[in-house]
């Protein structure tokens, strides 16, 4: 995937599309959330991981991050 790759907003664009596809997969969320984190942008990082929350991911890691 292009987040082990490194390639962190192609990897948002991903994740994009799969919410797009899915909008109720709460790992789609968390995943993006780890991209924005590596990209900086943290507002965006937490408004995706607290929606992931909402979704009752189990277990969430992004709190940990």
Known sequence: SFFYL???EEAVADY???IDI???DGYA???R???Y???GQLDKAKADCDKA???KV???TCDDR
């Open 6 to 8: 490194s390639r962190y």
């Open 16 to 18: 994009d599309r799969v």
């Open 22 to 24: 899915t909008p109720d």
């Open 29 to 31: 969320y968390e995943n």
């Open 33 to 35: 959330s780890f991209a």
């Open 37 to 39: 984190q590596k990209l």
């Open 53 to 55: 929350k909402s979704l």
């Open 58 to 60: 189990q277990p969430l």
